[in-house]
């Protein structure tokens, strides 16, 4: 069973950074990809980034490459999300999701467990 719980949202200025965490209290961690997706008021669900088991194949959004870096600790069970050069346009809800495969995917259908999310707010 995978149990994803988001942390480390806040507010922020425009250039600063954050790190989102999402823990797993599951035994399976290490056997999902994994992802960030984010979604702002009034707008669809965006894919941010995504992350294979072993942590070595790394996807993102063209809107944050080179600005934010998806990680994984399998040994503690949890992703990160490092956010840096935080822009306005940023600010959301940010969620993580587990695959329902080892495909790392940008498709929402594609995820299958998702955490209860943690929002970000970034101020001009």
């Known amino acids: 069973q995978v149990q994803l719980v988001e942390s480390g949202g806040g507010l922020v200025q425009a250039g600063g950074s954050l790190r989102l965490s999402c823990a797993d209290s599951?035994?399976?961690?290490?056997?999902?990809?994994m992802a960030w997706f984010r979604q702002s008021p009034g707008k669809e669900g965006d894919f941010v980034a995504a992350?294979?088991?072993?942590?070595?194949?790394?996807q993102y959004a063209d809107s944050v490459k080179g600005r934010f870096t998806i990680s994984r600790d399998n040994a503690k069970n949890t992703l990160y999300l490092q956010m840096n050069s935080l822009k306005p346009e940023d600010t959301a809800d940010y969620y993580c999701?587990?695959?329902?495969?080892?495909?790392?995917?940008?498709?929402?259908?594609?995820?299958?467990?998702w955490g209860q999310g943690t929002r970000v707010t970034v101020s001009s």
């Open positions: 992350i294979s088991r072993s942590g070595s194949n790394t």
């Open positions: 599951g035994r399976t961690f290490n056997m999902h990809a």
């Open positions: 999701a587990a695959s329902n495969s080892i495909v790392v995917s940008g498709l929402r259908g594609d995820y299958g467990y």
